[in-house]
Every structure is written in structure tokens, then in C-alpha cells.
């Protein structure tokens, strides 16, 4: 009688199930833990997210996956610039990072770049001072909910919501049997969250 095969290694859960914005202020004041925090929640999504973008005439030496890397440990380094100012911030920030780096590949290889006259109309991508108030009161509600939550159902809220890991990557991670298990379950985390934010 042959035994079954063996089950694929769990993966950790997350390091932490504070909300980023914590995690980038601890992450200021030298916090190790915080940092590899930061790092498990950004890096892989970060990946699977520049996969592709890096123009075939710029890689060289550096792929992606390099890339992608040099990036966070530059913008990690630079933590004192970054103000987060709404859920998701830290992974907008580093997307924009990484699109800038991969600009400044494009300009690297390119010989003789296109020349073009941007409009003198282009509205400002800076949010209003009003944008600003709502962003921080959100904010602050979402923070507010989070603590009413049980510890799973928060690192559940926070590796869908801040993390943004996808609904397989969180059935392994909390090691739960089908990626359908875990949007149940995330859910039901995010049913509590809203409910706790209605009182």
C-alpha cells in the first residue's frame, strides 16, 4: 500500500498583522522585524506585478526580479521621504519607484530618446487639500476597525487589502486547502471589518 504523497511545505504567514502605515513608522526607527514585515508583503506582489515591464532592449544584467529588489531596498532606505497617507500607500509608492527605475533603464540604452513637448494643461496628479482630509479619516477608520478584529481575520484583511496577495497565495500561506476557502474566508474578515465600521 503506497503512501500519499506529501504535502506541498506551508508557507509563513505574515510576519505581521499591523497595519503598513505602523510597520513603516517602526520600520523608521530601525525596526528589523517591521523591515522583513515590509519586505515579505511588498516583494512577491511587487514581482508578479513589474513581470514583464522591463523593455527586452534593457535587460542586461538586470532582470525584473533584480530590479525589483534594488527598488524596495532603495525605497526602504529612503523610508523618512515616504508619507503614507492611505490604505495601500507603501504599495503604490513602490510601484511608482519601480515604474521610475524602469524609465531610467529605457533612458540608459537608449542612444537618441524620442523628444516630445508634454501640454501645458495637464492637471496637477497632486491630491487636494480636501482628498488629503478624507484620505486621513479613512484612514483612521480603517485603522479603528482593524483593532476590533480577531488576529486572523486582521493578518486575513491585511494580506488581501495591503499586501494584496491574491487568493491562492493566502490558502498557502495560512494553509488552508483551495484558493476558494480563502475568499471565503477573507470575506468574512472584510464582513466584520465593514461591520465594525458602520457603529
Avoid: C
Avoid at 520600520?27 to 514585515?37: P, S
Avoid at 472584510?190 to 465594525?196: E, F, G, I, K, V
Amino acid at each position: 500500500m503506497s503512501s500519499p504523497p506529501p504535502e506541498p511545505p506551508q508557507e509563513p504567514p505574515l510576519l505581521s498583522d499591523e497595519p503598513t502605515i505602523e510597520l513603516v513608522v517602526r520600520a523608521r526607527n530601525g525596526d528589523r522585524q517591521a523591515v522583513e514585515a515590509l519586505l515579505q508583503r511588498s516583494v512577491p506582489q511587487l514581482k508578479r506585478w513589474a513581470h514583464g515591464k522591463l523593455p527586452a532592449a534593457a535587460r542586461g544584467a538586470l532582470d525584473t526580479g533584480d530590479l525589483v529588489q534594488e527598488t524596495v531596498l532603495h525605497v526602504l532606505r529612503r523610508l523618512d521621504t515616504f508619507q503614507p497617507r492611505h490604505v495601500g500607500a507603501m504599495q503604490a509608492y513602490l510601484r511608482q519607484s519601480v515604474l521610475n527605475r524602469i524609465r531610467d533603464e529605457v533612458r540608459r540604452i537608449a542612444r537618441h530618446p524620442t523628444p516630445t513637448e508634454l501640454p501645458s494643461d495637464i492637471p496637477s496628479e497632486e491630491p487636494s487639500p480636501l482628498e488629503h482630509a478624507v484620505e486621513a479619516e479613512a484612514v483612521s477608520r480603517y485603522h479603528d476597525g482593524l483593532a476590533t478584529l480577531g488576529t486572523r481575520d486582521r493578518q486575513l484583511v491585511v494580506a488581501r487589502i495591503e499586501a494584496q496577495w491574491a487568493h491562492d497565495e493566502i490558502a498557502r500561506h495560512f494553509g488552508m486547502p483551495t484558493p476558494d476557502a480563502a475568499r471565503m474566508a477573507v470575506s468574512r474578515a472584510l464582513r466584520r471589518l465593514l461591520d465594525s465600521l458602520k457603529v
